[in-house]
């Protein structure tokens, strides 16, 4: 079998982004780790980390990982079953990614109750919509939510519903570009706001209005900060309807163009054989969802 | 003189997170920024980039960066002066650093009426307030708010004001965990809610109660997400009063043992030699944070 405290401390050691914590998490020396990760790379013939801050598993690094997190799944269900094996007695985590909006929006209902019956501690790890399945490519998550349907190898999908988006502004932006109503053509030179290099979201909305092309446009990476932005005049965006509930129903952000919503599909990917808790999960989230994401049948 | 076709291959590369969008930001193929980082690193002698997933700068890398960084703000006033050096006619941006705290909070109302006056786009990296700074040294950001107040080489700090965190949970949590009144002792065995591995909100809380060592929490790297965890009653954790003035006066969260409040002093720090819209800048943040952040004098 391998050596799984050579693997334990490549886990340590990525997820929790270096050297120095990793050998707090596992409660060793520094060098220790570094020795273990060092003999591992010997067993294995080439190197498993990117010597970087923060240090990155390589290619098959990241194959180990993936493993690594399928064993803990595994592991727990064992542990249920044979109480003695489990070694700290501490409550289960799981680690998963999911996209910012889901964070600011649905999430936190959908799995309150979850975590809350079966004792269990959540890692989450913020990755655009587009990207996230990255994670569960590379192990280090046990599940995600992203807008990919189709899963990684070793993995299932489940289609969640949709996220509905509008775009948006506050009165005060649209009054200083817009003062005779929104043209489409013009958007592309009014600041919009950009979530981060991979959210496409405005690009696709204005190619739906047949406007091609560079924008220009903010960069804000959060979901939050995003709404306060636009809030605050910076510029137009395509915000959650459940995120500004409030927001649309006071008028500090309006529709920039009435009826032009759009729905982007959100699924859950999980390990096929991730063991009790990540099923359990997973039929829970079928229920949670319904009423929070926009299903076809809607 | 260096040449800037090499640099500004390696800042594209950093800041787009890899080699295929640099080239299209640049509207070069992507063999010829290879190209241009190899011709870089020819001259220079040395890499000046881990080519990990993202691509990072190493440290030479990274000193090149901040020179990037600095020339480009400079340039940026001397263009206001001679028109004709402006290649594309667009607006300004400014890179900027800061907190997902901040830029939940006070950050957009601060900073909209500067932007909108000056016609600068932000590009915004969300860094926890202890590690912003490193964004600064390694050149990839103008200017950055942190909770450190000491200066990297070459830039001044600004202390700013704090902002007021209140540790908070919602009355389900409470009543579930607590029935019988908080005890600070049994805090540490109740779910937490941290931010990420850098947040050390929760643990100053704790050690301010007398209570040292790890406790449970899950994982939130999110603001927003934060505050709903808390309000779906995941667990207890310190949140910017700024943020939650409306769950608070409905009583969807409350302080868990009252008049509690840890303050975190914000600082702006900035290139000494960064031009004039970052000075512009500076000194409108100095207006704009009065009343938004707590200052000693409050």
């Not at 649209?174 to 009014?190: I, N, S, T, Y």
Request: aromatic share 6%; glycine share 10%.
């Amino acid at each position: 079998m391998f050596d799984y405290k050579l693997l334990a401390a490549l886990a340590a050691v990525v997820e929790q982004a270096g050297f120095e914590r990793a050998a707090q998490v596992l409660g060793l020396s520094q060098s220790a780790v570094s020795q273990r990760i060092k003999l591992l790379e010997a067993r294995v013939g080439q190197p498993v980390l990117v010597r970087a801050t923060p240090p990155t598993p390589t290619e098959i690094g990241r194959r180990l990982l993936n493993h690594v997190q399928q064993v803990r799944l595994l592991e727990r269900d064992l542990q249920g079953q044979v109480p003695a094996l489990d070694e700290g007695g501490l409550p289960e985590r799981l680690r998963i990614a999911l996209n910012a909006d889901s964070l600011a929006t649905w999430w936190g209902g959908a799995v309150s109750e979850f975590c809350a019956e079966q004792g269990v501690l959540l890692d989450l790890v913020v990755e655009d919509q587009d990207v996230g399945l990255k994670r569960m490519r590379a192990g280090e998550v046990a599940a995600c939510v992203c807008a990919a349907e189709r899963p990684v190898a070793g993995a299932r999908s489940l289609a969640l519903g949709a996220m509905r988006y509008r775009a948006l502004a506050s009165p005060g932006f649209l009054a200083r570009h817009f003062p005779d109503g929104v043209e489409a053509q013009r958007l592309a030179r009014v600041p919009a706001i950009v979530f981060g290099p991979d959210d496409l979201l405005q690009h696709r909305y204005l190619a739906g209005l047949g406007v091609e092309g560079s924008f220009v446009h903010h960069l804000c990476p959060s979901s939050e900060g995003f709404v306060r932005l636009a809030c605050a005049g910076f510029g137009w965006g395509l915000v959650p309807e459940l995120q500004v509930e409030r927001e649309l129903a006071g008028g500090a952000l309006v529709e920039i163009l009435p009826g032009r919503p759009l729905d982007v599909p959100l699924y859950w990917h999980h390990w096929r054989n991730g063991g009790e808790l990540l099923a359990t999960l997973t039929r829970h989230l079928q229920r949670a969802t319904l009423g929070r994401l926009v299903r076809p049948a809607d």
